[in-house]
């Protein structure tokens, strides 16, 4: 689990082995909720982890919720440990934007300091709130370079006995004196906050409209994509505008191009108000927000792109001829959405 700050290393087994998986799976085959497991003699240890914001505001800070189940599954008592590391997070593919990051953080006064303090079931830098782990158990293992922060808590358990473990990683450090987002993460129900998320995404996936094949894993990988692309989305600092992205990790950023396919498929899924969210970035906005051109040359690096434009107006005319929508017809011809003329 990685943010632009920090990671965790989770670890588990007598020689505390990383908990390296490739394959996951997700909550329903389909849901934001991934699971895998690993084992170590009698010892099964499962992991269950989503990532929200608080109250589904976009606005909040991301938090990850991390729950470990370790279960002996063998015919005598057995023992092992869970253990974690910090480390550097991943600055390649992860970013925070400003605006939004010092929402939560006082970046200054946290690279001021370097010690991480272990209080109370708190990791904490620079007077912020790194993680929040199980306090009951736990013990400290020597640092290492590369991981300067390294938990344990032993497990003891009889044969058909369970122990679980939560932890709340949020994406942004949380300065310690914003008490109600501290308090957020210090009182969070795991279990609480999963039904909240999977009623969310249930709900959300009821509004679109269907199709059925004879294929489990094509009605999933439908589903699993569409929530995909929603999470795929920035909200802008006025809390109401929203950018698509074309992913959360290696392809993170508004391409017009394939905001295109975007505003075709929503309006394909009955999802039209959306789609026209994503239709509004086809157009150049001053620094109020007013209109100023509609993007005929403004390609990837600003050069034109003859395909580009070619998908550009294929979008908006598919949205148009889906919805009817006359303001947007408008914005396209009108001397304001289009200031520097039609050629």
Not at 11 to 40: C, F, M, Q
Not at 123 to 143: D, I, R
Not at 151 to 163: C, D, H, I, M, R
Not at 193 to 200: A, E, R, S, Y
Request: proline fraction near 4%; aromatic fraction near 14%; glycine fraction near 8%.
């Amino acid at each position: 689990f990685s943010n632009t700050f920090n990671a965790i290393q989770f670890l588990y087994g007598e020689n505390l082995e990383p908990a390296n998986k490739r394959v996951v799976t997700l909550e329903r085959g389909y849901l934001p909720i991934i699971h895998y497991s690993v084992t170590d003699g009698d010892l099964v240890y499962r992991l269950e982890a989503f990532s929200a914001p608080e109250d589904f505001n976009p606005g909040n800070n991301l938090v990850s919720h991390i729950r470990w189940e370790v279960t002996n599954e063998g015919q005598e008592r057995s023992t092992g440990q869970l253990g974690l590391a910090l480390k550097q997070g991943a600055l390649h593919n992860l970013y925070c934007t400003p605006w939004w990051r010092d929402r939560f953080m006082d970046v200054e006064q946290y690279e001021q300091n370097t010690e991480l303090n272990f209080v109370n079931g708190q990791v904490t830098k620079g007077q912020h709130l790194v993680l929040t782990y199980p306090g009951n158990g736990m013990q400290q293992l020597p640092a290492e370079v590369d991981a300067p922060g390294r938990l344990f808590w032993p497990v003891n358990l009889e044969a058909g006995e369970s122990k679980t473990f939560t932890f709340s990683f949020p994406f942004v450090p949380i300065q310690l004196e914003k008490q109600d987002q501290v308090r957020y993460l210090e009182q969070s129900d795991y279990a609480l906050l999963k039904k909240q998320l999977v009623d969310f995404w249930e709900n959300e996936l009821a509004s679109i409209a269907t199709f059925s094949v004879p294929e489990k894993k094509v009605q999933d990988a439908f589903r699993a994509s569409y929530i995909n692309m929603l999470v795929a989305r920035d909200v802008l600092e006025d809390g109401v505008r929203l950018t698509q992205r074309d992913s959360e990790f290696q392809y993170d950023y508004s391409y017009v191009r394939s905001a295109a396919y975007f505003v075709r498929l929503y309006n394909m899924l009955g999802k039209p108000d959306i789609a026209r969210q994503i239709a509004n970035h086809f157009f150049i906005r001053d620094t109020e927000g007013r209109l100023m051109e509609f993007r005929s040359r403004l390609g990837i690096h600003n050069k034109f792109v003859g395909d580009y434009w070619g998908q550009v107006l294929w979008g908006i005319g598919n949205h148009i001829r889906h919805t009817g929508d006359k303001e947007l017809l408008d914005m396209v011809f009108s001397g304001q959405g289009y200031g520097k003329g039609w050629s």
